[in-house]
């Protein structure tokens, strides 16, 4: 069933992502992420050389409970693979839709109708 913004219930979507030391880039489109009002946004921080913090993204003390950071740093994370950085947060996901979204994509509030 095709969403449109009478029923767009914005609890329903959680926002995933991976990074890998693109910590600036993603600081600067998570504002336009938060203004949609997901549920959730995870982040898979997939072995960065600085981890990646709430604090470094510069929301440390307005989404604590939003945003989850999820990080890799095995001996697996030494190379980077996108799509198993995706399957990290994918697999945390618990509503019944999900946005992918690389960690510099911008997004209008409105682009999902």
Not at 10 to 20: G, H, L, M, N, Q
Not at 56 to 77: M, Q, W
Request: net charge neutral.
């Amino acid at each position: 069933q095709a969403m449109t913004a009478e029923s767009f219930n914005p609890a329903e979507v959680t926002i995933v992502t991976a990074c890998r030391d693109r910590q600036i880039n993603l600081s600067t489109v998570l504002p336009s992420w938060l203004k949609l009002m997901p549920a959730k946004i995870l982040i898979c921080d997939w072995g960065s050389a600085e981890p990646l913090t709430l604090n470094l993204l510069g929301v440390s003390d307005k989404y604590p409970t939003k945003i989850e950071i999820v990080r890799v740093s095995s001996d697996i994370a030494k190379t980077w693979v996108l799509t198993w950085a995706f399957n990290e947060v994918l697999a945390k996901v618990e509503t019944p839709y999900t946005l992918k979204l690389d960690c510099d994509h911008k997004i209008a509030v409105n682009f999902l109708f």
